[in-house]
T-cell receptor, first 111, second 116 residues
């Protein structure tokens, strides 16, 4: 079983719609959760971090964490073509100082 | 957010030569840096964890004698690909954590290595 699992996609949404990206993780002691965006040929950039259950909003982005279900998601409201990228979910295991990345979900936002 | 700088961004070398890639944390001290490799259309693969002042910890299947990592200071880690071969051609990305702040992981710009 992989540490972090994501649907590889591609996920296609029309411009202006809400894109919903999902991630599950296997280790219950995971403490910190992150979403990164990676454009083709570029390195990942941090979008959101979330540490406690519930929702965290930042502009058009909302991260949701449910530790009981070992599930973390990212919602992108009013999706734009510039949001088209691969989104990586990362999980930090407590005291291991090691990030585990999912394989990423490719998002296509169609104009 | 914190800034991690990586150099060079692109490098082309002949087979059998060695290539050094530098990773610097510009505005924070990083006791730990991570080196990843990414092949086209594939996910990030952690190669090793670089610890300041001590030996790097390599992931299973990564040759430590081929991928030399040095973390001599709190702001600089280097990855040297020794005796490079065409199959080493890849996108190498370093990252560092700002443990004194948010603990978030920040990535360098990446280095694209092409071995002829």
């Amino acid at each position: 079983q992989k540490e972090v699992e994501q649907n590889s996609g591609p996920l296609s949404v029309p411009e202006g719609a809400i894109a919903s990206l999902n991630c599950t993780y296997s280790d219950r002691v995971s403490q910190s959760f992150f979403w990164y965006r990676q454009y083709s040929g570029k390195s990942p950039e941090l979008i959101m971090s979330i540490y406690s259950n519930g929702d965290k909003e930042d502009g058009r982005f909302t991260a949701q964490l449910n530790k009981a279900s070992q599930y973390v998601s990212l919602l992108i409201r009013d999706s734009q073509p510039s949001d088209s990228a691969t989104y990586l979910c990362a999980v930090d295991r407590y005291n291991f100082n090691k990030f585990y990345f999912g394989s990423g979900t490719k998002l296509n936002v169609k104009p | 957010g914190a800034v991690v700088s990586q150099h060079p961004s692109r490098v082309i070398c002949k087979s059998g030569t060695s290539v050094k890639i530098e990773c610097r944390s510009l505005d924070f001290q990083a006791t730990t840096m991570f080196w990843y490799r990414q092949f086209p259309k594939q996910s990030l693969m952690l190669m090793a964890t670089s610890n300041e002042g001590s030996k790097a910890t390599y992931e299973q299947g990564v040759e430590k004698d081929k991928f030399l990592i040095n973390h001599a200071s709190l702001t600089l880690s280097t990855l040297t690909v020794t005796s490079a071969h065409p199959e080493d051609s890849s996108f190498y990305i370093c990252s560092a954590r700002d443990l004194l702040s948010t603990g978030e992981l920040f990535f360098g710009e990446g280095s694209r290595l092409t071995v002829l």
